[in-house]
């Protein structure tokens, strides 16, 4: 028996093909069936006539990295059909927490009433799960946030030994679950940083078959220039 049998809906299944109308059968929290004039028993049934009906969405670009663990409902993510975040973007991420990123990170989660107890990805992403979020979850470690970690927040350099650090932190955090690299190098402390710098980290990440996204230097004037 299905526990959700949706009838008569408009479906758009995101292969590009237009929308066609189906029934969709749900159990155990996962669809098994979208064919048309399902006839299998549900617990509950949906009449959808010309609502569409989607997977999940996908928000690639988002700032959640604290919120979900202030709201782990997400209410005004799954109100919009959001079922999975990529967090971690534009060079913030909640880990790894050294240094000086730690009070930068507690500052922040403060003004939600959030105890920042964690300083590795895997302790955040536990922290996560616990907190019984309702979305799904593409997180990134931030360039920004490694870089307070080792360097702090000023106009400086790494030595060989602090970028050797950097790329070190990068590939714990992959290793731990993070998908990729982002940089913020438009924001302080990322516009310091030199192009090889940022190279270094990415491939580590590449080396791991991660992404890499990037808030670019500038957005106006020199946007050519940023991404050449």
Request: glycine letters at 10%; one cysteine or more; proline letters at 5%.
């Amino acid at each position: 028996m299905l526990d959700i049998l949706i009838k008569n809906g408009l479906v758009v299944d995101g292969t590009g093909k237009p929308a066609f109308k189906a029934d969709v059968g749900i159990a155990e929290g996962r669809i098994i069936v979208v064919a048309e004039d399902v006839e299998q028993e549900a617990k509950r049934t949906i009449q959808a006539p010309d609502l569409h009906l989607a997977p999940g969405f996908i928000d690639p670009h988002t700032h959640s990295d604290l919120t979900l663990l202030a709201d782990p409902r997400a209410e005004s993510k799954i109100r919009q059909g959001v079922t999975t975040e990529v967090i971690g973007n534009c060079g913030f991420s909640p880990a790894p927490l050294w240094g000086a990123a730690v009070e930068e990170v507690r500052a922040e989660a403060e003004l939600l009433g959030i105890d920042v107890t964690w300083t590795s990805v895997a302790e955040y992403l536990e922290h996560l799960r616990n907190s019984g979020t309702a979305v799904n979850v593409v997180p990134l470690v931030g360039h920004n946030t490694v870089r307070g970690s080792v360097l702090g927040y000023d106009d400086v350099q790494p030595t060989t030994e602090q970028q050797a650090e950097m790329e070190r932190l990068v590939a714990e955090a992959v290793e731990q679950g993070a998908q990729g690299l982002s940089t913020g190098l438009f924001y302080p402390p990322g516009f310091y940083a030199q192009t090889e710098e940022v190279i270094g980290l990415a491939r580590v990440v590449a080396h791991h078959g991660g992404i890499y996204a990037s808030h670019i230097r500038s957005e106006s004037d020199l946007w050519l220039e940023a991404v050449a």
